[in-house]
Each structure stands twice: as C-alpha cells, then as structure tokens.
Nanobody, 125 residues
Framework: VQLQASGGGLVQAGGSLRLSCAAS????????VGWFRQAPGKRREGVSC???????FYKESLRGRFTISRDNAKNTVYLQMNSLKPEDTPVYYC????????????????????WGQGTQVTVSS
C-alpha cells in the first residue's frame, strides 16, 4: 500500500489549495481516509476523514472552509482548503484505515495503518 500526498505549497492568507491523496495497493472507497496535520512540536491533529461508508467528519473549527471528497475512478481523496489562515500552515498527511471510522474514533491517528509522506502547506499573512 502506498499513499502519495501532494498539492501543498505557499499561499497567501485567504487563498485556497487542494491537496490530493492518491493510493496504490488499496481501494480507497473500501477504506476510511483521514487527513491530519502536524506543526513542529505539536501533536498530530485530525483535519477531516471520509469513512468507508461515505460518512464525512471535520475538525469543528475547519468545517465550512475545508471539504473532503473522494474520486473512486482515480482512487484519490481530495482536501479542498479555502480561506486559508496562517495557522493552517503545518505539514498535512493522509492516512487510511481499513476499519470504518466513526465520529468518536476518526481523530485518533494511532488507528490508521498506512500513511503518506506529508505535504507542506505554508500560509503567509
């Protein structure tokens, strides 16, 4: 199983980016896919997740600005990020778990089995 995260970059505050998580060796529509981010010295936090059942979860403070979606034909999950703020800056990771994700568990990064390499997002003020 390999996950390839891409789409990060440098953007001004208020701008947008779309992150992609392309998978090989696994079918994403049968897995739960999460996006996480981690700033230096901080704990990895859950940003969003789309479960194997199609349920979608967001970190509450990001709801309305971030949108997760899945393209089954391309075996890719996307994270559209709008109205970016400097605090959205850390490295973003995608990860999958074969078990179904629930509202009480999707944020727990220890439950994810496979991880992409991370993509850096930098939002300048």
């Amino acid at each position: 199983v390999q996950l390839q995260a891409s789409g990060g970059g440098l953007v001004q505050a208020g701008g947008s980016l779309r992150l992609s998580c392309a998978a090989s060796g696994v079918t994403l529509d049968s897995s739960s896919v999460g996006w996480f981010r981690q700033a230096p010295g901080k704990r990895r936090e859950g940003v969003s997740c789309i479960s194997s059942a199609g349920l979608i979860f967001y970190k509450e403070s990001l709801r309305g600005r971030f949108t997760i979606s899945r393209d089954n034909a391309k075996n890719t999950v996307y994270l559209q990020m709008n109205s970016l703020k400097p605090e959205d800056t850390p490295v973003y990771y995608c990860a999958i778990r074969r078990a179904r994700a629930y509202s009480s568990t999707w944020r727990d990064f220890t439950l994810y089995e496979f991880w992409g390499q991370g993509t850096q997002v930098t939002v300048s003020s």
